[in-house]
């Protein structure tokens, strides 16, 4: 049974395109994260949400919006998808407390094209 | 702020030789370290945590590391390589709360037969 899952897997698209990429964890953690590993495998951190709330948001540019409707859920959503957007997505989740290891989704390959 | 400096974007060893890759960090409080596995086009898997308390910490997979103070370091090493363990492998480092991982660049580990 799947702990942290995304989809879709793979997600090709043309720039100007919305789209959205679902995560949901079934491990009843209360923290949910969005990475997003570039080209070169660096890996960084997007946004935090814990308990439904905003808790982190990096310098993301503003077309990109995290949705949690519940707390097993955080959807990303992006709008007007540029060349720059293409990476791999990744969701994740944890326990409150620094202590507590984030599980990841198996991430989402973004291409725009 | 805390970051994490990991020697060597590439480490290549003979199957059946020690593994060492290396992970240093820099963080104003005493931080929990955590190093990650990546196989190709897969998630991100934990190997092992350190938190409080014992400095030799045991993971998965034969995978140990040990938490240095005086050197802030924390190098993740097998005894014995296996093919199995090529992979990408990532350090990070966390402060309390529900602060979101700061990862290394990564270190891509070739076992060669």
């Known amino acids: 049974d799947t702990a942290v899952s995304q989809t879709p897997k793979y997600l090709v698209t043309q720039m100007g395109n919305d789209k959205s990429i679902k995560c949901e964890q079934n491990?009843?953690?209360?923290?949910m994260y969005w990475y997003k590993q570039d080209s070169k495998k660096f890996l960084k951190i997007m946004f935090s949400?814990?308990?439904?709330?905003?808790?982190i948001n990096e310098t993301v540019p503003n077309r990109f919006s995290p949705k949690s409707p519940d707390k097993a859920h955080l959807n990303l959503h992006i709008n007007s998808l540029e060349l720059g957007d293409s990476a791999v997505y990744f969701c994740?989740?944890?326990?409150?407390?620094?202590?507590?290891?984030?599980?990841f989704g198996p991430g989402t390959r973004l291409t725009v094209t | 702020a805390q970051s994490v400096t990991q020697l060597g974007s590439h480490v290549s060893v003979s199957e059946g030789a020690l593994v060492l890759l290396r992970c240093n960090y820099s963080?104003?409080?005493?931080?929990?370290l955590f190093w990650y596995v990546q196989y190709p086009n897969q998630g991100l898997q934990l190997l092992l945590k350190?938190?409080?308390?014992?400095?030799l910490v045991k993971g998965i997979n034969g995978f140990e590391a040990e938490f240095k103070k005086s050197e802030t370091s924390f190098h993740l090493t097998k005894p014995s390589a296996h093919m199995s363990d090529a992979a990408e492998y990532f350090c990070?480092?966390?402060?309390?709360?529900?602060?979101?991982?700061?990862f290394g660049k990564g270190t891509r580990l070739s076992v060669i037969a």
């Open positions: 994740a989740s944890s326990q409150e407390g620094g202590r507590n290891e984030q599980y």
């Open positions: 491990l009843g953690h209360d923290t």
């Open positions: 949400y814990n308990n439904k709330e905003l808790i």
């Open positions: 963080s104003s409080v005493p931080p929990y």
């Open positions: 350190y938190t409080t308390g014992a400095t």
């Open positions: 990070a480092v966390r402060l309390s709360g529900n602060t979101p991982l700061v």
